[in-house]
């Protein structure tokens, strides 16, 4: 079971993906802890990827690729995985498939977690963070219990920057101009699968089990 989780900026994908993985006891890799495990582990991969971070630069695919597949290579990737994070363009994708195509191996299922922007844009910006301890709420569905105030250590709840409708909407062109060709991409090659992601959060991953247990 070999999935990749495609969706957009605070459409819940992460969320959706480590309750996947919890489920079905199969690794959730996201992109990013692995680069921060390889620089940490100091290997030859790692420090290649260093190398671009430190200047500021993307990663290429390439490399990017080479450092997923030496981690989905490893034990306890052998039942499977839940890809979060990557790919997010159409070359990343092509560069994986043929990388997955010559090991003999292929992408299951992409599942689309579908939620239109402006419940996206209502979603974060309902985001409310403590910068003390670390401590997050949302206005709506997890208010503090006095306005503004964190629960935890009483300190002032903000609006992150990355939360504001204006980055949000930023963040969220970026993802249709590349990230959202990949529906059609794995549309193409019959593995997508698109969830309802507006509806409750145990409702979208009761969705994606009847789709990963054939009920759909």
Do not use: W
Request: glycine share 10%; hydrophobic share 35%.
């Amino acid at each position: 079971m070999k999935i990749i989780m495609l969706g957009a900026p605070g459409a819940g994908k992460g969320t959706q993906a480590k309750m996947i993985a919890e489920k079905y006891g199969v690794p959730h890799v996201s992109t990013g802890d692995i680069f921060r495990a390889n620089i940490k582990d100091g290997t030859q991969l790692g420090m290649e990827a260093k190398k671009y971070m430190d200047q500021g630069l993307l990663v290429p695919d390439e490399l990017t690729v080479k450092i997923l597949l030496d981690r989905v290579a490893k034990e306890d990737c052998k039942r499977g995985y839940v890809l979060d994070g990557f790919p997010r363009t159409i070359p990343q994708a092509e560069v994986l498939d043929k990388a997955l195509t010559e090991l003999g191996d292929k992408i299951d299922y992409a599942i689309d977690v579908d939620v239109p922007d402006e419940n996206i844009v209502r979603r974060m910006g309902g985001r409310r963070a403590c910068l003390s301890c670390g401590a997050t709420y949302h206005i709506e569905h997890i208010p503090p219990k006095a306005e503004g105030i964190c629960d935890a250590c009483g300190k002032e709840l903000v609006l992150r920057d990355d939360d504001k409708p204006e980055t949000v909407q930023n963040r969220l062109s970026v993802y249709h101009e590349q990230t959202q060709p990949l529906i059609d991409f794995y549309g193409a090659k019959g593995v997508l699968k698109t969830v309802d992601g507006t509806k409750d959060m145990k409702d979208v991953f009761g969705a994606i089990v009847d789709i990963l247990e054939g009920a759909v």
